[in-house]
């Protein structure tokens, strides 16, 4: 055996550049009235044993406790989850929400609250609109007054179930399933209906119940065939919460993309058709990944158009702005089958 080659040449081979963080799309908030510490932030924690542990007890904040355990008793639920403390002498729920914020603006994406008043959803649903966050919240109100509100507003952001107990925690259960789609693995993406959520009941709707429900684009946990899943995955607006968290992705991913390609790159970006070009890749390169994580579709190839640098004015050079255009079709989902069978002799 021959002497070794480090005896001679001794090489280290580095990878060096940077990387945007990235946003976690999985981690829910839960926004609660307590005194357990003074943080606005609590978290994140792992486990229902870790709540506990950090005082959050069945017995000192029973509707904390209730919530995470709904939370972390889904089977593809979230990882982890972070508790949001609302003060009492807060002058509002969004002043709380504000406050909450304020200790780490990036940290969470679902927001679930105590709350079930018609008064405080339509308050987190105005605070969530502005945002790239979702909140999903519930109403045992067979009403669906609080419902009607958001279809009116046209929210596309808040997701309102109903159900008939106040003190159960289907919104942290929907939220745990939903949140828990890996939204950068492959066929990582899925939709909010036909959730299957352990821990708490389905709701016992005649149909009648049903059609009031989803007309006022609310959703349900409900039971058909045997079988207890959510429907219909639907924001407030009616636009379908995977086609929200897909918008999401691809703006949060971009931008990390882009910034990690500016920070990244040595010298810089030069304003040239292979700088232009080098921003175009990054970008296509994001689109790529949504398609083979399910956001967008293999049948129609999503494409960057790069203007030629010849093209461009004085002012954006100047400027050093550059000005470009995507497309990219999403995949959707199948969830509603309409099928004629002619049968003959």
């Known amino acids: 055996m021959p002497a070794a080659i480090t005896e001679f040449i001794d090489v280290d081979v580095l990878l060096s550049g940077a990387a945007a963080e990235k946003f976690a799309f999985g981690i829910p908030l839960g926004a609660f009235t307590h005194t357990i510490t003074v943080n606005r932030q609590d978290g994140p924690y792992f486990s229902l044993a870790e709540v506990v542990a950090a005082g959050f007890t069945s017995v000192a904040t029973p509707d904390i406790y209730g919530w995470a355990s709904a939370v972390f008793a889904q089977d593809d639920g979230v990882d982890s989850l972070l508790i949001g403390r609302i003060d009492a002498l807060d002058a509002s729920l969004t002043a709380s929400l504000d406050a909450i914020e304020a200790?780490?603006?990036?940290?969470?994406?679902?927001?679930?609250?105590?709350?079930r008043a018609d008064a405080d959803i339509a308050d987190l649903a105005a605070w969530t609109e502005s945002r790239s966050k979702l909140a999903i919240v519930q109403s045992s109100d067979i009403a669906l007054a609080a419902a009607l509100a958001l279809q009116t507003a046209g929210y596309n952001r808040t997701a309102l179930i109903y159900h008939d107990d106040d003190t159960e925690y289907l919104d942290g259960a929907w939220t745990s399933s939903g949140g828990g789609m890996?939204?950068?693995?492959?066929?990582?993406?899925?939709?909010?209906?036909?959730?299957?959520?352990?821990?708490?009941?389905?709701?016992?709707?005649?149909?009648?119940?049903?059609?009031?429900?989803?007309?006022?684009?609310?959703?349900?946990?409900?039971?058909?065939?045997?079988?207890?899943?959510?429907?219909?995955?639907?924001?407030?607006?009616?636009?379908?919460l995977d086609v929200q968290t897909s918008?999401?992705?691809?703006?949060a991913r971009t931008e990390e993309e882009?910034?990690?390609?500016?920070?990244?790159?040595?010298?810089?970006?030069?304003?040239?058709?292979?700088?232009?070009?080098?921003?175009?890749?990054?970008?296509?390169?994001?689109?790529?990944?949504?398609?083979?994580?399910?956001?967008?579709?293999?049948?129609?190839?999503?494409?960057?158009?790069?203007?030629?640098?010849?093209?461009?004015?004085?002012?954006?050079?100047?400027?050093?702005?550059?000005?470009?255009?995507?497309?990219?079709?999403?995949?959707?989902?199948?969830?509603?089958?309409?099928?004629t069978i002619n049968l003959t002799f």
């Open 103 to 115: 200790a780490g603006a990036n940290t969470w994406y679902i927001t679930n609250m105590e709350s």
């Open 182 to 240: 890996n939204l950068d693995a492959p066929g990582g993406v899925g939709i909010w209906a036909y959730r299957q959520l352990e821990g708490v009941p389905f709701d016992d709707v005649t149909a009648a119940e049903a059609v009031s429900i989803y007309a006022v684009d609310a959703n349900l946990f409900g039971r058909n065939k045997g079988l207890s899943f959510t429907s219909k995955g639907t924001a407030a607006s009616s636009r379908f």
């Open 247 to 251: 918008i999401d992705w691809v703006k």
């Open 258 to 339: 882009i910034l990690s390609l500016f920070v990244g790159t040595p010298t810089k970006v030069p304003y040239t058709n292979a700088g232009i070009n080098l921003v175009a890749a990054a970008i296509q390169n994001v689109l790529n990944r949504g398609v083979n994580f399910g956001h967008f579709s293999p049948d129609v190839a999503p494409t960057v158009t790069a203007p030629d640098v010849s093209t461009i004015s004085s002012a954006d050079k100047i400027n050093r702005e550059l000005t470009l255009q995507a497309t990219a079709v999403l995949a959707g989902a199948i969830q509603k089958v309409n099928l």
